[in-house]
Each structure stands twice: as C-alpha cells, then as structure tokens.
C-alpha cells in the first residue's frame, strides 16, 4: 500500500518523463485519422473516443481501444507534439499496465504501428523515457 502522497510523486514523475520526440503529429485528429484508416484496413474491431467534445465515457479512457487478433487488446492514447497524459489519463495508464494490459501512448504513426506489432517499448515503462 502506497500514501497519497508517494501515489502524487509517481504520478508527477511518469506525466514529466511523457515527452514527445521530433517525429511527432502536429495536430492529433491527423493521427486518430491515420489510426482509424489502418485500423480499418486491418478490419480490426475497436472503439474510437471522440476528443473533439466532451467525453462520454469514464475519465481517462484512452482514445482508442482495439480488439486485435488473438484476443488481444490495445488501449492507445493519441498526443500531438508538446501535449502529456492528463492525471486522469495517468492513472488509467497505471491501473492498465498493473492489470497486465497492452497500453501505448503515441505521438505519430509510426509509433501506433510498433506499439500494435509489439515494437513498443515494455510496457511497464512509461514511453518517451
């Protein structure tokens, strides 16, 4: 069991390491554009959180959950450059990855391709180090 207040460092380290790198999508409805469409080709089952209004799902839910072959799930969170996880983002993050799910934050295509394809960093780190 952890004090609030070693719960608040924690969450305050992983939002400061979450930094997007030279590669990253300027505008994020680009990125969700380019997700959806290989999403798509791939005939791949998912859900795609609208980021243009307010949400109508729970606090936090990543922008995209997708049902791949294998009974494989990916929780994806879409940022644009110089954009980080929101607190409630953060803590979904870490009750996903402590439940053994597959979670990726991604600042551009290439980084959602190798995060379907297991290209990613482990996920226990938090990406972007």
Same mark, same amino acid.
């Given at each position: 069991?952890?004090?609030?207040?070693?719960?608040?460092?924690?969450?305050?380290?992983?939002?400061?390491?979450?930094?997007?790198?030279?590669?990253?999508?300027?505008?994020?409805?680009?990125?969700?554009?380019?997700?959806?469409?290989?999403?798509?080709?791939?005939?791949?089952?998912?859900?795609?959180?609208?980021?243009?209004?307010?949400?109508?799902?729970? /606090? =936090?839910?990543?922008?995209? $959950?997708?049902?791949?072959?294998?009974?494989?799930?990916?929780? *994806?969170?879409? %940022? #644009?450059?110089?954009?980080?996880?929101?607190?409630?983002?953060?803590?979904?993050?870490?009750?996903?990855?402590? /439940? =053994?799910?597959?979670?990726? $934050?991604?600042?551009?295509?290439?980084?959602?391709?190798?995060? *379907?394809?297991? %290209? #990613?960093?482990?996920?226990?780190?938090?990406?972007?180090?």
């Amino acid at each position: 069991m952890i004090t609030v207040q070693q719960f608040n460092e924690m969450q305050r380290r992983a939002l400061s390491k979450v930094r997007p790198d030279s590669a990253a999508v300027s505008k994020e409805k680009q990125l969700h554009d380019e997700i959806e469409a290989t999403l798509k080709f791939k005939r791949w089952y998912y859900v795609h959180s609208r980021f243009d209004c307010a949400t109508t799902t729970r /606090l =936090g839910v990543p922008d995209f $959950v997708i049902a791949a072959p294998g009974g494989i799930t990916y929780w *994806i969170e879409c %940022k #644009a450059k110089g954009r980080k996880l929101t607190p409630d983002q953060n803590i979904t993050r870490h009750i996903l990855l402590a /439940l =053994g799910h597959k979670f990726a $934050v991604v600042f551009n295509h290439q980084e959602f391709l190798d995060a *379907i394809c297991d %290209k #990613a960093e482990p996920s226990h780190k938090p990406h972007h180090d």
